[in-house]
C-alpha cells in the first residue's frame, strides 16, 4: 500500500545573505513563502531538487518541505516552516519587524 505524497516546496538559505528562500516555478529563488513552486508531484519535487541544489552559487542547504495550497499560495504545514518565514530568530528585524509571534 502507497503513502499519500504531501505537497512540498523547495527551500534554502541564500548563499551570501543567509535568508531562507524558496524556489519557484521560474526557477528564481523568492524571500516570500506564498511565491515558492507548490510541487504536487513526488517525482517532479525530486526533479526541482535536484535543480536547486545545482545553484550552489546561490543558495546551501537545499531540501523539500511539505506545504499546502493557500488563499494567496503555499503555506507551511509545520511549526518549523512556519517559524523559518519570519526570518531570523536572534533578534527582531527584517520580516519580524512587522510580525509579532
Known amino acids: 500500500m502507497s503513502r499519500q505524497f504531501t505537497p ?7 548563499l551570501i545573505e543567509g535568508d531562507v528562500v524558496y524556489f519557484t516555478a521560474d526557477d528564481r529563488w ?3 513563502h506564498a ?3 507548490l510541487i504536487e508531484d513526488e517525482a517532479h519535487a525530486q526533479l526541482r531538487l535536484i535543480r536547486a541544489v545545482r545553484q550552489q552559487d546561490v543558495i ?3 531540501y523539500l518541505a511539505d506545504a499546502m495550497a ?3 499560495g503555499p503555506e507551511p504545514i509545520h511549526f518549523r ?3 523559518r518565514t519570519l526570518g ?3 533578534y ?3 520580516k519580524q519587524e512587522s510580525t509579532h509571534v
Open 88 to 90: 531570523p530568530s536572534n
Open 60 to 62: 546551501v542547504g537545499a
Open 70 to 72: 493557500g488563499p494567496d
Open 30 to 32: 523568492s524571500r516570500r
Open 81 to 83: 516552516e512556519s517559524f
Open 35 to 37: 511565491e515558492a513552486e
Open 8 to 14: 512540498k516546496i523547495v527551500t534554502a538559505n541564500a
Open 92 to 94: 527582531a528585524h527584517g
